[in-house]
C-alpha cells in the first residue's frame, strides 16, 4: 500500500516534473494549472492552514474512507471536490505554472516530512484521519491527479 514515505513521495515529484502547462487531462474540467493549484490547496487543508465545508455522514467517515484508502483500486474519475477546492469556485486561481509546480515540490515533501511541523487539519468528508490516513490520502491524491494527465 503506497504512502507518503520519502521514496514515493519522490517517485510523484519526479512524476510531476513531466507536467506541462499544455498537457492536456484525460478526464475531468481541470486544466495542468487548476490541477496544481487543487492539490495547493488540498494539503494545505491537510496541513490545517486552510479549510473547505464539511460534507460528512456515518457512509464517506466510514465505508467510503475504507474503500478509498484500502481497497486495491483506483480513485473513481470526476468526482466533485469541495466549492474551496475547486479553482472554478472558491479555490485559489492558478498562478505562473512553473512556481506553482515548484511550490506544490515544496509542500509534498514538506507534508511527508518527519518530524512534522504543522498540525493535520480535518478531511471534509473523512474528518479526521490519523497520520497513516493523511499519508495515505495524500499519496492517493496526487497519484489520482497524476493519472489524470497521464503521468
Do not use: C
Request: charged share 25%.
Amino acid at each position: 500500500m503506497k504512502t507518503m514515505t520519502p521514496h514515493e513521495t519522490g517517485l510523484l515529484i519526479e512524476r510531476f516534473a513531466q507536467l506541462r502547462p499544455e498537457s492536456r487531462a484525460l478526464w475531468g474540467k481541470m486544466n495542468a494549472g487548476q490541477m496544481v493549484r487543487h492539490l495547493l490547496d488540498s494539503y494545505a487543508l491537510a496541513m490545517g492552514e486552510r479549510r473547505a465545508s464539511e460534507d460528512s455522514t456515518w457512509v464517506g467517515r466510514n465505508l467510503l474512507k475504507h474503500l478509498a484508502f484500502y481497497m486495491p483500486m483506483k480513485w473513481p474519475k470526476n468526482v466533485v471536490t469541495r466549492p474551496e477546492m475547486d479553482q472554478e469556485l472558491g479555490g485559489t486561481l492558478p498562478g505562473e505554472f512553473h512556481s506553482d509546480l515548484a511550490q506544490l515540490t515544496k509542500v509534498l515533501r514538506r507534508f511527508a516530512a518527519s518530524p512534522r511541523d504543522f498540525r493535520f487539519g480535518r478531511h471534509p468528508v473523512f474528518m479526521e484521519l490519523t497520520e497513516r490516513e493523511w499519508m495515505r490520502w495524500g499519496w492517493l491524491h496526487a497519484d489520482h491527479h497524476l493519472r489524470k494527465f497521464g503521468l
